[in-house]
């Protein structure tokens, strides 16, 4: 009997993130870049078990052009819905698939999850990482690490555990504040590194030092491309900038603020012909640095830049928690080129730490 495989893809999932938008719960925006991810996904996934999914956008698109055996099943299309999801896992579920992979971020993860739960069977799902909040511990680390973990459940050699299905608090987020809470206990399959924790809140430390060595060696003549994050804002406010939002990708020139907000086609306009430096905190928990809420720094700013000019900074309590810091920059070419990072801890303090993704691709 073939090995059975759901599959489903939430395809406006991530369509907020280079515009700088926190989410895409409510877009009705195609994301440009899912079609290259989930070919990524199946450079690396298996394609001999026998795929169910959805029918146009939602699946049936993506496995034709990757030549994939697959079977439709009597849902999605073209202008789809969170029902649309639920409603393709209840199919999935009814032809027994042993796993469901979708691909999507932690609104799409819930859909998911909760339709498992109220049917009450023991399926792990695993994520490929395709949207703007991925704080679930059901998301692979990249495309190809999905690839892999998949691989490497239909031969048996992962295991399966329980992790938190987690979202940003919409009640806390219309007041203003961001606050990543859990919302459902899901299984999931884990090898190795290839799959990620689930955000941990980490207590801001004394980050001050960090933070003193970082405002005191900015040059007025660069610019600089400021990540998302508490530690990372701490500089902005020492730069006199108290209206601070923590989930904003902000550019200055030197010490003075130039533009709050900025999308990935900002920054490809604004940051020409000046040296380019990236500020940056890893998240607490998983160790991105980029790829997971900060997608507004995309691959061609990392290039202008270089990785000699990406300032990583954090409190040493939070980096010792971190095994290895991570990178999904959406150009698997640059992920693979960053191999350790000195990460300042201190004033003039560092604490190097090493890179997943090198070792998680083929």
Known sequence: MPLKVGFLINPYAG???????????????INPETEGRITRFFNTAPKYPVYFTPRLNMGEIF????????RIIDAGGNDTTSEDTKKSVRLMIKENVSIIVFAGGDGTAKDVWST???????????????????????????????GLLLAHF????????????????????????YKVVSFYKALTVRFGQLSVPPKSEV???DVEGAVDFVVDNIKDSAFYVMGTGRTVKEIERKLGY??????????????????????????????????????LTPIGGQGFIFGRGNQEIGPEIIKRASWSNVIVLSSYSKIKGIPCLRVDTGDPMIDRTLNIVKVIVGYNEYFSVGVCNKYNHP
């Open 203 to 205: 207590p801001l430390d």
């Open 242 to 279: 108290n209206d601070i939002n923590y989930l904003s990708v902000d550019l200055f020139l030197g010490r003075r603020l130039l533009k709050k907000g900025v999308s990935y086609l900002d920054l490809l306009e604004m940051t020409k012909r000046r040296e380019v430096f990236i500020v």
């Open 15 to 29: 369509s907020g993130g280079r515009t700088g938008e926190k989410g895409s719960d409510r877009k009705r925006t």
């Open 154 to 177: 239909l031969e048996g050699k992962t295991l399966e555990e329980s992790t938190d299905i987690m979202d940003v608090d919409e009640v806390l987020y219309k007041e203003g504040i």
């Open 116 to 146: 498992v739960e109220e049917i009450g069977i023991d399926v792990p799902i695993l994520g490929i990482p395709t949207g703007v909040k991925m704080h679930s511990g059901v998301f692979a680390e990249s495309p190809e690490a999905a």
């Open 63 to 70: 496995l034709r052009k990757n030549g994939v055996n697959y």
